[in-house]
């Protein structure tokens, strides 16, 4: 079975540049999830959708981030325009709301780094 | 906002040995859940314990829940360098998880 899959699973930007990062989630689940993890901050939560709506996105450091589920197989996280305080490993996942305890499965990350 | 502390942070051991790790909450969670994460790779998740006082364990690993649903620790008999990574606790809020900050475990050979 597919799990949650990202891409890219590398990318080196310059400062500046717009960042799009790419989440397809389990099929069938229903609630999406968006973390980025840093030795600092640890695992934080960034955004999460519920139905393809967002439901919770005071996670989101600032304007220069945002995301979207156009539908349920699919959402972008977008930062734009990128600071070298960006790099981080940004992680999808997604969960079957409802189902016990909440699993919440993740996908490889997608690594970051702003130069 | 709810916070989730665990301790130690950091813990290097010989395989064999016996180690314990501790999260702690001063908030009450539905839900708490162990994950385990390799370098490159993102969380897995252990185990999840729902109920006040309750205790799982999955082979070498012994992980219980406090009877107020604040606090957890997870117990690893006779680590293995294959145990070595990264172990997230976190608490269910809502729909959402709040983790922890980790600990990182070493067992060295």
């Known amino acids: 079975d597919a799990g949650v899959i990202q891409s890219p699973r590398h990318e080196v930007t310059e400062m500046g540049q717009e960042v799009t990062l790419r989440c397809k989630p389990i099929s069938g689940h229903n609630s999406l999830f968006w973390y980025r993890q840093t030795m600092m901050r640890g695992l934080e939560l960034l955004i999460y959708?519920?139905?393809?709506?967002?439901?919770?996105d005071s996670g989101m450091p600032e304007d220069r981030f945002s995301a979207k589920m156009p539908n349920a197989s699919f959402s972008t996280l977008k930062i734009q325009p990128s600071e070298p305080r960006d790099s981080a490993v940004y992680f999808c996942a997604s969960s079957l709301q409802g189902a016990p305890g909440n699993t919440i499965y993740f996908g490889e990350g997608s690594w970051l780094t702003v130069v | 906002t709810q916070l989730l502390e665990q301790s130690p942070q950091f813990l290097s051991i010989q395989e064999g040995e016996n180690l314990t790790v501790y999260c702690n909450s001063s908030s009450v969670f539905s839900s708490l859940q162990w994950y385990r994460q390799e370098p490159g790779e993102g969380p897995v998740l252990l185990v999840t314990?729902?109920?006040?006082?309750e205790v799982k364990k999955l082979k070498r690993l012994t992980f219980q829940f406090g009877d107020a649903r604040k606090d957890s620790s997870l117990h690893i008999t006779a680590a293995q360098p294959g145990d070595t990574g990264l172990y997230l606790c976190?608490?269910?809020?809502?729909?959402?998880?709040?983790f922890g900050a980790g600990t990182i475990l070493r067992v060295k050979s």
């Open positions: 959708f519920n139905n393809n709506v967002p439901i919770d």
């Open positions: 314990v729902v109920t006040g006082g």
């Open positions: 976190a608490g269910g809020d809502g729909n959402k998880l709040v």
